[in-house]
């Protein structure tokens, strides 16, 4: 009788060991597959964001000028080179009131104006070494504000033809020494600036 408690304590300790394993290792397993889940999660975030589309822009580009816009700014620009030229390489100071070409806006109701030889041969033209060829849909004058100190250039635009400018652009100069003036961008102005007598 003995032998057999002991048997049967024998193989009820066996079972109790064998469960205590089964116990202890199934935790085990869920316990591996959260840490590759959480391994796996953690790799997936650390990846780069996937851009996100947008219908803003980040800037907003400059409106690009057309037509008599266009030409009375490119017809600027080259003014400004004359000035810089006449001033460092000619005159030694400010150069001073164009005659505006044309003379009026009136010139302008029947369309661009074709620029005449004699409209450039003024001395402010020849030390600038300015001249238009094309037809002008816009009228143009240097302007002096403050003699032997600032002036402005002028590009008038009259686009229904009535004798008043709806826009305007120009830039300005300012003599900063004898050889050199410093001058500003082109750019919008007001169009109401009045023209000024040239010589």
């Given amino acids: ?53 947008t219908t803003e822009t ?24 004359g000035i810089a030229s006449c001033v460092k390489d000619r005159i030694k100071g400010l150069p ?17 104006y074709p620029p005449l030889i004699g409209d450039f041969s003024t001395p402010f033209f020849s030390c600038t070494e300015f001249k238009l060829e094309a037809p002008m849909p816009f009228m143009l004058q240097w302007q002096v504000d403050k003699p032997g100190a600032e002036g402005t250039g002028v590009a008038w635009i009259d686009d229904d033809r009535d004798g008043k400018a709806e826009r305007a652009y120009g830039f300005t100069g300012k003599l900063k020494s004898k050889t050199e003036i410093e001058l500003g961008p082109v750019g919008p102005i007001d169009a109401s600036r009045k023209v000024q007598p040239g010589r």
């Fill in 96 to 112: 001073g009131t164009s005659p505006a070409v044309p003379q009026s806006l009136a010139w302008l109701k029947k369309g661009p």
């Fill in 1 to 53: 009788m003995p032998v057999f408690l002991g048997v049967a304590f024998g193989l009820a300790l066996v079972l109790v060991v064998a469960l205590i394993v089964i116990v202890t290792r199934e935790p085990a397993a869920p316990a591996t597959e959260a840490s590759a889940s959480a391994s796996t999660h953690a790799t997936a975030d650390t990846s780069a964001p996937a851009p996100v589309p």
């Fill in 58 to 81: 980040t800037a907003s580009a400059a409106p690009t000028l057309t037509g008599a816009d266009a030409e009375a700014v490119a017809a600027l620009e080259k003014l400004r080179t």
